[in-house]
């Protein structure tokens, strides 16, 4: 079946520091993929998301491409702040409504 | 506009005792999910409701678990009786009725402990 892994945490850095979150897939069709994040005390709520093959998404800064011939979707942010930290999921739908997540991964921001 | 409401936030029980969560979605979403959310790992699927019609329950565990979504608004998830395992979050989502952009609104989640 659908499945989505991503890389384990957790993973602390320093603000303005390189975030990379990798995130991989496997899936029969032509799936959608997501980025949600859980900040603390609050919901899982939509980051960003790309439909198609070649799609980045984009939203505060997080950018993700979907590259189809490596099956994958990695999360990046040039520069980190405190605000992000987080938990992040990569998530992949492949018929519109069913989500499928992977484990998610615990970012901490040092200030 | 509100969110995803669900209550309790935290409940403690004891094992074999019932429990009940309760999700409001959000005005207008026909479609609302109940998800399990283990400590660590990501949230897994446990029902899925277009309207009032559970149209995915394939990952329910039916001989404890039930849920309903009476007039295909709230719903309600219960556990009789609960076991140590059950002991995660409860998450519900709704959206639209299309729901072909994939992006689902999750509520804060209901804490269930089991001792």
């Known amino acids: 079946g659908d499945s989505v892994t991503q890389m384990e945490g957790p993973v602390t850095l320093s603000e303005e520091a390189f975030l990379t979150i990798n995130c991989t897939y496997t899936?029969?069709?032509?799936?959608?993929l997501f980025w949600y994040v859980q900040y603390p005390g609050e919901g899982l709520q939509l980051l960003l998301k790309?439909?198609?093959?070649?799609d980045k998404g984009s939203n505060k800064g997080f950018e993700a491409t979907y590259r189809k011939e490596t099956t994958s979707f990695h999360l990046e942010k040039g520069s980190v702040q405190v605000s992000d930290s987080a938990v992040y999921f990569c998530a992949l739908s492949d018929l519109g409504y069913k989500l499928s997540f992977g484990a998610g991964t615990t970012v901490t921001v040092r200030a | 506009e509100a969110g995803v409401v669900q209550s309790p936030r935290y409940k403690i029980i004891e094992k074999k005792q019932p429990v009940a969560f309760w999700c409001n979605p959000i005005s207008g979403h026909n479609t609302l999910y109940w998800y399990l959310q283990n400590l660590g790992q990501g949230p897994e699927l446990l029902i899925r409701?277009?309207?009032?019609?559970?149209?995915?329950d394939s990952q329910l565990p039916k001989d404890r678990f039930s849920a309903e979504r009476l007039k295909g608004v709230d719903s309600t998830l219960k556990i009789q009786p609960a076991e140590l395992g059950d002991s995660a979050v409860y998450l519900c989502?709704?959206?639209?009725?299309?729901?072909?952009?994939?992006?689902?609104?999750f509520g804060e989640g209901s804490r269930l402990t089991v001792l």
């Open positions: 790309a439909t198609k093959a070649d």
């Open positions: 899936a029969t069709g032509y799936p959608s």
């Open positions: 409701y277009e309207n009032e019609e559970a149209v995915d």
């Open positions: 989502a709704s959206s639209p009725a299309t729901g072909a952009t994939g992006e689902l609104f």
